[in-house]
């Protein structure tokens, strides 16, 4: 009992604490927004019956702009307007239950190959990867994102989770740390290339999901007195100070949390400290402007999510 109870104190931290990473950006996967949608979109017909022959109907229509793209690789291997057509086609047919994700990775590992500045292609191929357990292969996709953008917030978050998953939390404390340190010289030759307080917001996560809560309110404290107009790490120590039970000293910085925050963020804030958070939206907030995020940064998934442009 004691075993399980810790157990669930730790996926508490965790649930609690990732919503502070999705004030910052999203992590909500690109992968599982656009196969959610593929569903919604299945599902719009009145009776079973038609609902089934409109299904099948789909399937069909879509298996054979499938075939299309597929004829017009065999010629043109790297035609990214027909590799994008066949991923979109594949992840619709994967969203109805047609086809598994490893049909999508072979046309992502293209697009990703062909366009390593649209980060997006990476992302899901790590996704993708993840999602059919080859995680050595996901790590590998991450990495090769950061190489070249190791300011890549998704992609950073995507790697760190991965770590956490394989139970290597050293691992992903180092690559933070590591990313911080490179920080300051990388922002010297291209401002605005990685975002400090997103990265530190990560590493405070990590500290706090393994319960090293006093190492994840040094992170915090320190991404505050630097940003002292950024709501996300006051928010993100109110929350650790609620998992220990300081509950007085938590309100103080919920206040002053939902002070800071935009109105869009308010209603969260006040739901995380009554101890009755909603479910995580699926944010798409820009990490260069994490001090005040848009309106715009927590709409939800669009029911016809677009693959990136080339």
């Known amino acids: 009992m004691e075993k399980a109870n810790k157990r669930r104190g730790l996926i508490t931290v965790a649930v609690v604490l990732s919503l502070i990473a999705f004030l910052g950006f999203s992590l909500v996967p690109i ?5 959610k949608a593929s569903q ?21 229509l879509l298996q054979a702009q499938a075939k299309g793209y597929e004829l017009v690789l065999q010629r043109e291997p790297d035609n990214v307007t027909a590799l994008r057509g066949l991923l979109q086609v ?9 086809g598994s994700i490893k049909d999508a990775i072979v046309p992502l590992s293209k697009l990703a190959a062909l366009n390593p500045e649209t980060t997006e292609y990476g992302i899901l191929l790590a996704q993708a990867k993840e999602r059919t ?16 953008k190791p300011g890549e917030i998704k992609a950073l978050q995507g790697l760190v989770n991965l770590l956490l998953v394989q139970q290597r939390p050293e691992a992903a404390i180092g690559l933070l740390q590591d990313t911080l340190k490179a920080a ?15 990265v530190q917001l990560i590493l405070g996560q990590v500290y706090a999901v393994g ?20 709501f996300r790490p006051i928010l993100a120590h109110a929350i650790v100070l609620k998992e220990q039970g300081k509950t007085d000293e938590a309100k103080t910085l919920f206040d002053k949390a939902t002070e800071l925050a935009p109105p869009n963020y308010k209603d969260q804030i006040n739901q995380l400290a009554s101890g009755t958070p909603s479910p ?5 907030a820009s990490p260069e402007s994490t001090a005040s995020p848009s309106p715009e940064s927590t709409a939800s998934p669009s029911p016809e999510p677009a693959l990136p442009k080339p």
Do not use: C, F, H, M
Not at 31 to 35: E, K, Q, V
Not at 90 to 98: D, F, K, M, P, T
């Open 31 to 35: 992968l599982d927004s656009i196969l």
């Open 40 to 60: 919604v979109q299945s599902r719009s017909t009145p009776t079973p019956t038609q609902t089934a022959q409109s299904a099948d109907k789909q399937s069909e």
């Open 90 to 98: 594949r992840l619709e047919l994967i969203g109805q239950g047609v």
């Open 133 to 148: 357990n080859d995680r050595e292969g996901a790590a590998q996709a991450y990495r090769s994102i950061l190489a070249s």
């Open 184 to 198: 300051p010289g990388a922002n010297l030759a291209k401002p605005g290339s990685i975002d400090t307080t997103s």
């Open 211 to 230: 319960k090293r809560y006093d190492e994840a309110i040094a992170i915090y404290d320190e991404a505050a007195k630097n940003n002292p107009k950024d």
């Open 280 to 284: 995580s939206p699926a944010a798409e």
